[in-house]
T-cell receptor, first 113, second 109 residues
Framework: IAGITQAPTSQILAAGRRMTLRCTQDMRHNAMYWYRQDLGLGLRLIHY???????GKGEVPDGYSVSRANTDDFPLTLASAVPSQTSVYFC????????????FGEGSRLTVL | GQNIDQPTEMTATEGAIVQINCTYQ??????LFWYQQHAGEAPTFLSY??LDGLEEKGRFSSFLSRSKGYSYLLLKELQMKDSASYLC??????????WGAGTKLIIKP
């Protein structure tokens, strides 16, 4: 089934640990995004990639890094997790950057203690 | 600054009609999206408006007035499965997507 897959679906980790959230899509979409969703706030863009080999910073990039080695994969890394990074993280993709419908993964619930 | 405003929560009755409003102030405009998000799930696309007027898709319709910075999502013949959050998002002049906090819609029998 075509779509976008995230892993893990849920994770609890200690502050200071390194964590990578994985995201893979099989729709051959050019653009991919990482958002965080917190209660009472709109989706906030962390990082994005308009095409393989390029990445850009979103609204809340600090403490996060991404890479886009190929079209399908867009991992998000927390180098040293802090409690304020407790959130639900959504990966999304679109055929063209910011002008088309976004397809979201099921989300990764991260708790940093 | 850029801002999207929508009501935090609304309640409606099964079988009725509900209108969810969204107002925006953004640097430029390149389209407005509505997404549906059930609790614990990912957002899914509902509609896209770039020109003024009403776009109808089954029980759901979305309206846009660019001069007023205003949109609404109209849901007819409400069903219990329509209980969800509805997210309004606007693409600004830099093609950045600005999201509202969402409106939680509660449907009562």
């Amino acid at each position: 089934i075509a779509g976008i897959t995230q892993a893990p679906t849920s994770q609890i980790l200690a502050a200071g640990r390194r964590m990578t959230l994985r995201c893979t899509q099989d729709m051959r979409h050019n653009a991919m995004y990482w958002y965080r969703q917190d209660l009472g706030l709109g989706l906030r863009l962390i990082h994005y990639s308009n095409t393989a080999g390029t990445t850009g910073k979103g609204e809340v990039p600090d403490g996060y890094s991404v890479s886009r080695a190929n079209t399908d994969d867009f991992p998000l890394t927390l180098a040293s997790a802090v409690p304020s990074q407790t959130s639900v993280y959504f990966c999304a993709s679109s055929d063209s950057p910011n002008t088309g419908e976004l397809f979201f993964g099921e989300g990764s619930r991260l708790t940093v203690l | 600054g850029q801002n999207i405003d929508q009501p935090t929560e609304m309640t409606a009755t099964e079988g009725a009609i509900v209108q969810i409003n969204c107002t925006y102030q953004t640097s430029g405009f390149n389209g407005l999206f509505w997404y549906q998000q059930h609790a614990g799930e990912a957002p899914t696309f509902l509609s896209y408006n770039v020109l003024d007027g009403l776009e109808e898709k089954g029980r759901f319709s979305s309206f846009l007035s660019r001069s007023k910075g205003y949109s609404y999502l109209l849901l007819k013949e409400l069903q219990m499965k329509d209980s969800a959050s509805y997210l309004c998002a606007v693409t600004d002049s830099n093609y950045q997507l600005i999201w509202g906090a969402g409106t939680k819609l509660i449907i009562k029998p």
